[in-house]
């Protein structure tokens, strides 16, 4: 029953993915005063890549038709991993490292893909995209830990799950030792880090091709029909499970009974949407920066994250 | 209460973080006088909490002489001098605040050291202000504009503040009157000071007075 659950769970979030990066999409249009295309357009563009065929250059090597495949696989298992809102899923034990890991592992093979191409904006893309990976990167696993290190388990979907039942606790009027400020710093740098890998607005925009600025799309560019979709899904996926992270922060509540699968489910729809709203939001107010100047918000997100550490060590 | 305490306690440290990242003036300033509103909440706090009547007048006096007149103040200078420009400072601004980050593990490290003392609303309260003045010390040495100096004096003092609430209630009201005022005081004539700086040098590079000039 619960493998069920924890399965089903998980392609909900792979089925979803798409919808919730159109939604962000279409609100953003929104804000800049345009008609907006619809949150399904998505699905819409992948199933017109898979139509088209791959093409590749011809010094394209094995790692070319592996990569991209590469990049996905990790973000499926992702979404086979976290506890987006049923309490048991399907690959149970996580830990912070093996989360950091994988998400690493994505952005070597997407840089592997750029770099084999030998185009000469794979290079470029690549470096950047190293740049800002290996600057966010420490204060995710920082963050993690704390999450580990305030609920004393280091299984994340037992950690999210003592942090559930504290903020059921809360409301129910009973309290011993719930603390406000450490979820607000890890909302706050979990927010930027978000902003961060997925490529959004104040680090990189990709819906622009200018060649100056691109970091995401530099990396993908040489990439077509089948392999593009790859990608494309991927980077979707990707900003689900960070979107979903934040969700789960920001109010906890993970079935723990198959009985209460929908309820948690709807909530956990509610809760993207909103967070949705609030990143195109956050998105349509700011301009995109300098590169040389991401490593000032990227340091603050490390340093908070630091200092959500220390709060959760209980000085 | 006491989890809403410490988390003002918390904003002071965010925003003094955020104070060394920001590479804005006018930023710099906002977040300040954000500041002195955290501080003078979490005096509220401490005040509700201990029921001493004179905690109730420091905040409104924090609240009047940190949080409206002293920004106003610095708002008025900022105008005057016109163009909106970036902070120069000696460090990149990355290492900065991971120093910062650096003086916040060694206070905390510090204070496990204070075994018997007995704290209001926690242990971390003392950590976030001693941090807060540690980096308020930072920003004082490694910025190169006088502007962004008074600034760091603004923020020590306000961990002084939270220092002083954090462990006993308070200082008297006549020795909060006199720091509050000696601030309003300092900040007029550092101003003062600021405006003929750029006046003689067209600039406000604390660097430009090392040259000598006719």
Redesign the interface.
Same mark, same amino acid.
């Given at each position: 029953m619960n493998l069920a659950f924890g399965i089903l769970q998980g392609l909900m979030v792979l089925i979803l993915a798409p919808f919730f990066a159109g939604f962000v999409h279409r609100l953003k249009q929104r804000a800049r005063g345009q008609k907006g295309v619809s949150p399904f357009q998505y699905y819409r563009n992948l199933y017109k890549l898979l139509k088209k065929e791959t093409v590749l250059s011809k010094d394209a090597t094995l790692v070319s038709y592996l990569a991209p495949f590469m990049y996905l696989l990790p973000h499926i298992l992702l979404g086979f991993m976290m506890p987006f809102f049923y309490g048991k899923p399907l690959l149970a034990p996580t830990n912070p490292i093996l989360i950091t890991y994988l998400m690493a592992l994505a952005v070597f093979f997407l840089t592997l893909y750029a770099l084999d191409q030998a185009s000469s904006f794979g290079g470029l893309g690549s470096s950047r995209e190293w740049f800002l990976s290996s600057l966010s990167e420490p204060a995710f696993l920082l963050l993690l830990f704390s999450v580990c290190l305030y609920s004393k388990e280091w299984d994340l979907s037992i950690a999210f799950l003592k942090l559930g039942q504290e903020v059921q606790s809360l409301i129910l009027g009973y309290t011993q030792h719930f603390s406000v400020s450490i979820p607000f710093l890890l909302i706050i740098s979990l927010f930027v880090l978000m902003l961060a890998e997925n490529a959004r607005i104040p680090f990189d925009n990709p819906e622009t091709h200018l060649e100056l600025t691109m970091i995401h799309e530099a990396n993908i560019l040489e990439a077509s029909g089948r392999h593009l979709l790859l990608f494309e899904y991927a980077s979707h996926l990707r900003l689900t499970v960070f979107l979903s992270l934040i969700s789960i922060l920001i109010f906890p509540y993970i079935a723990q009974e198959p009985f209460y699968f929908l309820l948690a489910f709807a909530l956990y729809f509610l809760k993207m949407l909103l967070l949705g709203s609030v990143l195109a939001f956050v998105e349509s107010i700011n301009a995109k920066m300098r590169l040389f100047r991401l490593p000032n918000i990227l340091s603050v997100a490390f340093v908070l994250s630091l200092l959500t550490l220390i709060l959760s060590m209980g000085v | 209460m006491e989890?809403?305490a410490? #988390?003002f306690a918390?904003m002071v440290?965010?925003l003094s973080?955020?104070n060394v990242?920001s590479?804005f003036l006018k930023f710099a300033v906002n977040l300040n006088m954000l500041q002195s509103w955290m501080l003078s909440l979490y005096i509220l706090l401490v005040a509700i909490n201990s029921g001493v009547f004179h905690l109730y007048l420091s905040f409104f006096a924090t609240l009047v002489f940190k949080g409206l007149i002293v920004p106003i103040l610095l708002f008025r200078v900022l105008r005057r001098i016109g163009k909106e420009r970036e902070i120069d400072m000696v460090v990149s601004?990355?290492s900065a605040?991971?120093m910062?980050?650096m003086f916040?593990?060694v206070s905390?490290i510090l204070?496990?050291k204070l075994t018997g003392l007995e704290f209001l609303f926690g242990? #971390?309260v003392f950590?976030s202000s001693l941090s807060t003045l540690l980096i308020g010390g930072m920003l004082l040495v490694i910025r190169k504009i006088l502007f962004s100096q008074i600034l760091g004096l603004l923020i020590m003092e306000n961990a002084i503040f939270l220092a002083a609430n954090s462990a006993a209630t308070g200082m008297p009201l006549i020795v909060e009157l006199g720091v509050l005022f000696d601030i309003l005081i300092s900040v007029l004539i550092s101003s003062v000071l600021l405006l003929r700086i750029r006046r003689s040098f067209e600039d406000i590079q604390v660097e430009s007075l090392e040259v000598l000039k006719e």
């Open positions: - | 989890q809403l410490s #988390f918390l440290l965010v973080i955020l990242a590479p601004i990355p605040i991971v910062s980050g916040v593990l905390s204070s496990t242990r #971390f950590v």
